[in-house]
Each structure stands twice: as structure tokens, then as C-alpha cells.
């Protein structure tokens, strides 16, 4: 599981889980991916020093994955006895009134779903052979779920939607996502870390893209820049360096309509220009910031930051 770290604005989505979490509900929070959804929940469950059981949602969490499984080895030797059951993050969250955190949850299977219905209608787990688990209090489920992945979100049930709070979590703000940069990579000049948060926002509104970057792409492109930039020997804010960084963090994670006939290279470049200015002639010095006169003591600094 990843770090906490600090969670970059966010008051009211944080208000909101905490009164839903106090209220004894359960709760989905639902947005496009890197809006933040893993690191409000992280930074809640770690203000309320609660036992956190982290579930990622896929294809192979099995009910038994969830819940727990009787140790086979043993069960010859000793039998389907308690103190060979293994618990899953479910049974764990349940024992301890603590929080299951599920990710992705339109990618869980349908019987896993159904056991998760079951405890939330009935605050207790039925395991076979085992016996009845009940919820101790401060049991909650908080779910995380991208509304656009085109892996099963149709099949989120109405049962489901039906015994669960809900919180919409949207893209973060301009100055917000700058700040994460901020805190996820090492140090860029001023002015810069701005700009290319402006360009990755730009990639959600363009016409051509069907998907355009999270504020993941921003953070990867500043980590890309200060390296390439150490490499070439180049200032950060070297334009040739951030085009390359900028095509390297962002060509895989835009999608381009494919009507569109174009590739995710000339969209990048078209915008990182929209951005950041033509490129500088190579006869005019003064234009190029990266240039050594030019650069103002932005030259790399490779330290990174943590995380
Ligand atoms: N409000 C925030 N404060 C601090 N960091 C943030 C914030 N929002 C996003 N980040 C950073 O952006 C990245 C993505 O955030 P996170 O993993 O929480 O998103 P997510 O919504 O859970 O994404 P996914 O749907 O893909 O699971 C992480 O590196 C995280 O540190
Ligand atoms: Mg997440």
C-alpha cells in the first residue's frame, strides 16, 4: 500500500466521509482516476486511528479472497476448527470495527458484491463451517469507483447503490493540483509547475481526446523534466526538455478520438505550445529560457522529493 500523504485541499469531501463515517453509514466515493479518492480515504482513516483494510477490486477477488479461507494444511491434521481460519480483510474490518477500503469496486466480482450486500443489510458475516461474524461498531466499507472505466460499472446494482452513501469527487482545482505537484516532485521553478498543470488540464478539455490525464500525468511530467533536464545538462525550463518530458508523461495516458486521425504526439505538442510559446529560435539566445544566460538559476536539481 502506498504512503499517506497530506491531503492537498479537499475540506469539504473530507467533512462529508467524516460525517458519513460518523453517521454510521457506508460510503462510495465515485470519480475519473487520480481525483484523489485513495488519498482523502487514507488521510481520514489515519485521522481517525482505525484499523484499515485495504481490498483492490479486480477480477480475482474471490468471496474467499474477502472473507477468509481455513488454512488447508491443517484443516487434515486438525479439522475445520476457528484457529485455522485465515481471515480476509473482511473478517479483519469486521473483528475489529475497523474500515475496509475496497478500490475500484465496479471491477469486483458479482458474488463478491452479493457477500459485501449481505453485511452491510445485516451487520454480521455467515462464514461455513465457521459461524456467524458480527460487526463490531466502527465497521464501515468505503468503496472507490471510476464512473467511466468500461470494466463493469453497469453492474453496480442497485442494492448496492442502495446501502451506501455517496461523495463525487471531481477533478481537483488549478491551484490545488499545483500544489500537488509541488509535494509529489522535486523542485521546478516558479511560474513552470503552473504552466504544466495548465497543459495536463488542458488535455481533458481538448476536442480531439476522449481521456485526457489526471494530475498523475502533471507530477510525472515535472519528475521527467528535472531528470531529462539533469541528463542534457539543460536548464528545467528548457523547452526542448519539457516537449520530451511532456510527450513521454502524457502520450500513453490521452486517448484521441479516432475520428480525430491524430496521434497523441501532435496533440501534446499543439497544446504544450498553446502553453508554453513556439520554440525558441536557435539564433535568438535570449528567447530560450533554457539558455545559460536565460535560465536564472533554474538549472536541474535532481534531489528528489519524497514519494
Ligand atoms: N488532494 C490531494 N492531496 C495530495 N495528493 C493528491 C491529492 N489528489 C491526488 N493526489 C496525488 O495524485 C495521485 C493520485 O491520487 P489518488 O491515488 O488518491 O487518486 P484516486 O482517485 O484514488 O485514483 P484511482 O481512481 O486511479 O485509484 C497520488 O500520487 C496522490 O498523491
Ligand atoms: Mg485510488
Known amino acids: 500500500m502506498a504512503d499517506t500523504v497530506a491531503t492537498v485541499g479537499r475540506d469539504r469531501e473530507t467533512e462529508l466521509l467524516q460525517a458519513a463515517l460518523d453517521g454510521g453509514t457506508h460510503v462510495v466515493l465515485e470519480g475519473p482516476p487520480g481525483t484523489g479518492k485513495s488519498t482523502l480515504l487514507r488521510g481520514v482513516a489515519h485521522s481517525r486511528s482505525i484499523g484499515f483494510h485495504f481490498v483492490e477490486g479486480n477480477a480475482e477477488l474471490t468471496p474467499a479472497r474477502l472473507v477468509g479461507h481455513f488454512d488447508p494444511a491443517r484443516v487434515l491434521a486438525d479439522g475445520y476448527v476457528e484457529e485455522i481460519f485465515v481471515d480476509g480483510p473482511l473478517v479483519s474490518a469486521l473483528r475489529e470495527g475497523g474500515l475496509l477500503y475496497i478500490e475500484e469496486l465496479n471491477r469486483v466480482p458479482e458474488e463478491t458484491l452479493n457477500v459485501l450486500i449481505t453485511v452491510m443489510s445485516e451487520g454480521e458475516l455467515h462464514v461455513p463451517r465457521l459461524g456467524r461474524i458480527a460487526a463490531e461498531p466502527g465497521f464501515r466499507m468505503v468503496a472507490a469507483m471510476n464512473p467511466y472505466d468500461a470494466v463493469g460499472t453497469a453492474r453496480i446494482s442497485a442494492a448496492l447503490h442502495d446501502r451506501t452513501c455517496r461523495i463525487a469527487m471531481g477533478y481537483q482545482s488549478a491551484a490545488d493540483e499545483t500544489q500537488i505537484v509541488a509535494g509529489r516532485a522535486p523542485v521546478t521553478p516558479d511560474g513552470w509547475r503552473e504552466k504544466a498543470v495548465d497543459l495536463v488540464r488542458r488535455t481533458r478539455e481538448h476536442k480531439d481526446l476522449r481521456t485526457g490525464s489526471s494530475v498523475r500525468g502533471?507530477?510525472?511530467?515535472?519528475?521527467?523534466?528535472?531528470?531529462?533536464?539533469?541528463?542534457?545538462?539543460?536548464?528545467?525550463?528548457?523547452?526542448?526538455?519539457?516537449?520530451?518530458?511532456?510527450?513521454?508523461?502524457?502520450?500513453?495516458?490521452i486517448k484521441v478520438i479516432e475520428s480525430a486521425r491524430r496521434t497523441p504526439e501532435e496533440v501534446i505538442r499543439e497544446l504544450y505550445e498553446a502553453v508554453f510559446g513556439r520554440e525558441p529560435s536557435e539564433s535568438d539566445p535570449s528567447e530560450n529560457s533554457g539558455d545559460d544566460d536565460a535560465s536564472g538559476g533554474a538549472r536541474a536539481r535532481p534531489a528528489r522529493a519524497a514519494g
Open 218 to 253: 502533471a507530477i510525472d511530467l515535472a519528475r521527467v523534466t528535472v531528470s531529462l533536464a539533469a541528463a542534457r545538462d539543460r536548464a528545467v525550463d528548457d523547452w526542448r526538455v519539457g516537449l520530451d518530458a511532456a510527450t513521454v508523461a502524457l502520450s500513453g495516458r
